[in-house]
């Protein structure tokens, strides 16, 4: 697998921020490295890459991204690029909460990552690391790379352990995300078929209860590598009870994970136009989804590539005001839901799983495609390669073999459906 942290280094300037920030993450070089100041690795924060040559991630401990490659799949047919450049984090709050850093107080939720790397600023976090990360590639698990990921962090009256599972549910198009808020002439896009499972479980270890606990997953995206200051983000709980859904069917390999209806969405796209930045060949979108339907969510900016922003979602998460807003676009946006956890005894957990997924074109989705030879729902080369490869043939079997009109003759005719629909994604 390309080094996915050397790649954004050499992209984005605002990525090498993590090498004045203190002590280096994981495979990035400093002064500081195993000196005194610093913690050895798996005491201190790192960054570990997980996934495939085709779909990159790389994480902290706290399960925080700034870092998610896509690169050309079956799928997927455009060249490698970033997903996010804005942030995945997560954050917490109960009454008493300890707060390291500014903003503090009693009534401001906490990050569960040290850091933000673009744009950069340390957070007020007061989680630490417990113990070494793990990741492996299970071998019972369809997806093709490193998709197992374990890491834990407490900061004394919580310990909060992070599973990561990437999935593969073998067909391009296979699970809603909502866009309803948008008004657009779709309901919804459907995810390909890689993704993520992100389950954080909490656990209490301060010999009394907690209670009131509120827990925050933020979302910044760049969907389509795209730099211009043009997105969208929006939250839609729409159940698509007639469309397919074949995450609520899948059944994770770890029982951490939750499985169940994921409908529950924070959906965010690029648009092409021209911008600030480098603009896409393409649309692409990026977002979460939970079983659970939070008790808040919210959208709104989140800008900037150096220093903390002085406004923006992530002070809205941290003052724990969330506005409900369903949509937010023509910005640098970012999207967030909240869930209340139940009261934890001593010793009790609590946990919450989010699907982190991932789509393309959705101009070019169309319920009526009878150019998709080989039923992957996406009418590409492949489907026009068996077709020219029975050409002027009679066939036995009809559409498999690219006799898409039925006559059993492969032929122009044929030929003439396959190519208006060249490009096009198929909805289930």
């Known amino acids: 697998?390309?080094?996915?942290?050397?790649r954004v280094a050499a992209r984005y300037r605002c990525a090498l921020v993590a090498l004045s920030l203190g002590c280096p993450a994981a495979g990035l070089s400093s002064a500081a490295a195993g000196?005194?100041?610093?913690?050895?690795?798996?005491?201190?924060?790192?960054?570990?890459?997980?996934?495939?040559?085709?779909?990159?991630?790389?994480?902290?401990e706290a399960g925080y991204m700034d870092i998610w490659y896509w690169d050309v799949t079956s799928c997927h047919?455009?060249?490698?690029?970033?997903?996010?450049?804005?942030?995945?984090?997560?954050?917490?709050?109960?009454?008493?909460?300890?707060?390291?850093?500014?903003?503090?107080?009693?009534?401001?939720?906490?990050?569960?990552?040290?850091?933000?790397?673009?744009?950069?600023?340390?957070?007020?976090?007061?989680?630490?690391?417990?113990?070494?990360?793990?990741?492996?590639?299970?071998?019972?698990?369809?997806?093709?790379?490193?998709?197992?990921?374990?890491?834990?962090?407490?900061?004394?009256?919580?310990?909060?352990?992070?599973?990561?599972?990437?999935?593969?549910?073998?067909?391009?198009?296979?699970?809603?995300?909502?866009?309803?808020?948008?008004?657009?002439?779709?309901d919804y896009v459907s995810a390909t078929a890689q993704m993520s499972l992100f389950t954080y479980t909490v656990k209490n270890v301060s010999g009394e209860p907690i209670s009131g606990i509120e827990f925050y997953q933020m979302l910044s995206g760049h969907a389509a590598g795209e730099l211009a200051a043009v997105h969208t983000s929006v939250y839609?709980?729409?159940a698509h009870t007639l469309v397919s859904e074949a995450l609520s069917n899948y059944q994770p390999f770890s029982p951490v994970h939750a499985s169940g209806d994921f409908r529950y969405d924070i959906t965010q796209w690029n648009t092409l136009s021209e911008g600030d930045g480098p603009v896409s060949d393409h649309v692409d979108f990026v977002g979460f989804s939970s079983t659970l339907e939070p008790d808040a969510f919210d959208n709104w900016h989140f800008r900037g590539e150096v220093g903390r922003p002085g406004a923006g979602l992530h002070v809205t998460i941290e003052e724990r005001d969330l506005q409900e807003r369903p949509l937010w676009d023509e910005d640098e946006v970012a999207g967030a839901m909240m869930w209340y956890l139940p009261t934890l005894a001593d010793q009790g957990t609590s946990s919450l799983t989010v699907a982190l997924m991932s789509s393309t074109q959705v101009e070019q989705q169309h319920s009526d495609c009878d150019g998709d030879v080989n039923g992957d729902r996406y009418v590409n080369q492949t489907d026009l390669g068996i077709l020219l490869a029975h050409y002027e043939t009679w066939v036995n079997?009809?559409?498999?073999?690219g006799d898409l009109d039925g006559d059993r003759y492969v032929g122009q005719s044929d030929l003439g459906i396959l190519l208006p629909a060249f490009g096009y994604v198929c909805l289930p």
Request: hydrophobic share 35%.
């Open 1 to 6: 697998m390309h080094t996915t942290l050397g």
């Open 35 to 60: 000196s005194e100041s610093c913690p050895p690795p798996g005491l201190r924060w790192d960054f570990h890459e997980i996934g495939s040559d085709a779909y990159a991630l790389a994480l902290n």
């Open 77 to 186: 047919p455009f060249a490698s690029h970033e997903m996010l450049s804005g942030e995945w984090a997560a954050a917490i709050w109960y009454e008493g909460i300890p707060h390291d850093g500014t903003p503090s107080g009693a009534d401001t939720a906490v990050w569960l990552t040290d850091k933000f790397y673009c744009p950069d600023f340390e957070t007020n976090s007061s989680f630490f690391v417990l113990g070494q990360a793990t990741s492996s590639n299970n071998p019972e698990n369809p997806f093709p790379g490193i998709d197992t990921f374990r890491s834990t962090i407490g900061n004394g009256d919580l310990e909060i352990q992070l599973d990561v599972e990437l999935v593969d549910l073998g067909q391009c198009w296979s699970h809603p995300m909502g866009i309803v808020p948008a008004g657009l002439d779709l």
């Open 236 to 238: 839609d709980a729409t």
């Open 397 to 401: 079997e009809a559409f498999t073999n």
